[in-house]
């Protein structure tokens, strides 16, 4: 037992100062989340129910079993990429429990631009499809789509990561043995209408499903044939005549109770790799984060009190806690998962980059999955580590970090920038999950620093030129530069382009690593092979 003591005051100012200023960024993490979990504009929404169809999160309750946690990826993808928003990213993506079995879930939200793909919908179906690839988890795909959207065709056709590859995962997944399974609720069109012919078991609903590789206007266009949807695509013809749908459905509701059946049917499922402890509460609530994390990015913080607050029992095994004091490792359990973590608390030196390096493989020689949490300005500067081989000892950190085969989870709870965001295990070298506060930023360099860096270059052209510049002109010059690596940092840029899965509260933290350490479970162990050390 090394339980960790506190030494935070809750009744400081500084406490409470920090505090409002996280409650703020929860209330805009909130506010967010509203926006995305309503869907599409509200007369799509009205059509949708019009048409007597479920909205797709009705789909979504309908399918999970009571009480099960649903754990979303992509919420906020697409948020203020395109004009007109795309909420959610036009699909619904996420892991719970049908018929007592975790499935992925890719359900399309039809309100939002008749569920057509933009390239961050395939993005984001892609990123479902890869997890649930890694997890051997069912794949239930509920579709309504109207295919590519097609001025967005760069972003959804030709390249790898883009539509074509759902089909390809869909396809190999199958091979793997990991199941597939659609119901069709609408009109799905083309790429709409492969989905589900490439599933293992595909159901439609009567008078509602259809899907054709053209639609009737197009079929029209191409060859003048007159036909109507229901005989080009519809669900009897698709159950009756052509057999590319196995079952016919009356209703929304009926399509998702054969999908719950079908699951309840798939045999056996993967073992859980570890044993788990009781799970214990942290000895401080976690809600006391809103005030410890530092709101002047000037302060930094004290992540110990952090760490304590998301760990059972606030217990730490710590290693070298005497030695490289800037990279805090340690063995925990979350909710009795057993978890190795590697929390910065400063920029990284060479003793913290090989204390990281050691500890990552002792994670990996006793199979225990790691948790990067990431605070960090970078790697130390300056001729004194250079000349202490920093960038060597940098890069067995990384080595260790990127050859880990063991689950790798990603929170960003403070500013991660350069090369600290790529040590710290940033998307780069594939996390199984990134996750960031709404205290997280990522980017090259901080704000002050990149106006800073780009005022230094200009000043060196303006002296070569032989031009002045006067000190309101710098700011002048500044000023933007600060607030474009301001925008870009923030965790929702990154959220809407879905370079992180996911940003999620500081209370619900525990819960989520929970689930994604039981899914992670799952997965058969995989020795590590480690990458040259250099020494
Ligand atoms: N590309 C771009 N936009 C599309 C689209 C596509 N493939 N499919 C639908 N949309 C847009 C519509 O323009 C409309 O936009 P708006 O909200 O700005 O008006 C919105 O999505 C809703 O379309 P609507 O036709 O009103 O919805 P619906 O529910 O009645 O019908 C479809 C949905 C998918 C059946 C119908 O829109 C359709 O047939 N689309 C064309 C599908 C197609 O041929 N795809 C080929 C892909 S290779």
Not at 261 to 266: E, K
Not at 284 to 295: D, K, L, N, Q, T
């Amino acid at each position: 037992m090394s339980v960790m003591p506190s030494t935070v005051s809750l009744n400081s100012e500084e406490f409470r100062r920090n505090r409002e200023a996280y409650e703020a960024r929860i209330r805009e993490l909130h506010e967010r989340r509203a926006r995305a979990l309503a869907g599409g504009p509200e007369k799509a929404r009205l059509l949708h129910k019009q048409r007597k169809q479920l909205l797709p999160r009705e789909r979504l309750a309908a399918v999970l079993d009571p009480g099960s946690p649903f754990l979303e990826f992509g919420q906020l993808a697409g948020d203020g990429l395109h004009k007109g928003v795309v909420p959610s990213g036009g699909i619904i993506t996420g892991v719970g429990l049908v018929s007592g079995r975790p499935c992925m879930l890719m359900i399309h939200d039809a309100t939002v631009k008749g569920g057509s793909y933009y390239g961050i919908t395939a993005k984001k179906h892609v990123r479902a499809q890869m997890f649930a690839w890694q997890h051997r988890l069912t794949c239930i795909t509920m579709v309504q789509s109207g295919g590519a959207n097609l001025p967005e065709q760069a972003h959804i056709f030709p390249d790898e990561g883009q539509f074509g590859s759902i089909f390809y995962n869909q396809i190999r997944m199958s091979a793997e043995g990991i199941v597939q399974i659609a119901t069709v609720h609408g009109p799905s069109t083309a790429g709409g209408a492969y989905l589900p012919a490439l599933c293992d078991e595909a159901v439609i609903v009567r008078n509602q499903g259809a899907m054709y590789l053209a639609g009737p206007e197009l079929v029209y266009a191409a060859t003048k044939e007159e036909v109507d949807v229901e005989t080009l695509g519809g669900g009897e013809m698709h159950s009756r005549v052509s057999g590319v749908t196995d079952q016919l459905a009356e209703n929304d509701g009926h399509a998702i109770a054969i999908v719950r059946g079908i699951v309840a049917n798939l045999g056996a499922a993967p073992k859980q790799r570890w044993d788990t402890a009781a799970p214990m509460p942290p000895r401080h609530h976690p809600r006391e984060i809103y005030g410890i994390v530092s709101a002047d990015n000037r302060h930094p913080t004290d992540n110990r009190e952090v760490l304590l607050r998301l760990i059972d029992d606030s217990d730490l095994q710590e290693f070298k806690p005497l030695y490289g004091d800037t990279m805090i490792c340690g063995f925990a359990r979350i909710k009795g998962f057993q978890i190795g973590i590697l929390a910065n608390n400063g920029v990284i030196f060479s003793e913290s980059a090989l204390k990281g390096a050691h500890f990552i493989e002792l994670c990996c020689q006793r199979d225990i999955p790691l948790l990067f949490i990431a605070d960090v300005s970078g790697f130390m500067v300056g001729k004194a580590v250079e000349q202490q081989g920093i960038a060597k000892h940098g890069a067995k950190f990384m080595t260790a970090m990127a050859s880990a085969n063991v689950p790798r989870y990603t929170l960003i709870i403070g500013g991660s920038y350069a090369a600290g965001y790529m040590a710290m295990c940033g998307r780069p070298f594939k996390p199984t999950v990134m996750m960031m506060w709404p205290t997280g930023r990522a980017a090259l360099m901080g704000p002050e620093q990149a106006a800073t860096t780009l005022a230094m270059v200009r000043e060196k052209i303006h002296r070569r030129e032989g031009t002045t510049w006067t000190d309101e002109d710098k700011e002048r010059f500044k000023q933007p530069i600060r607030e474009q690596f301001e925008r870009f940092a923030s965790p929702y840029n990154y959220a809407s382009n879905l370079w992180c899965d996911m940003v999620v509260d500081p209370v619900e933290t525990r819960d989520t690593m929970a689930l994604l350490l039981e899914l992670a479970g799952r997965q058969p162990q995989r020795d590590t092979r480690f990458g040259v050390f250099r020494m």
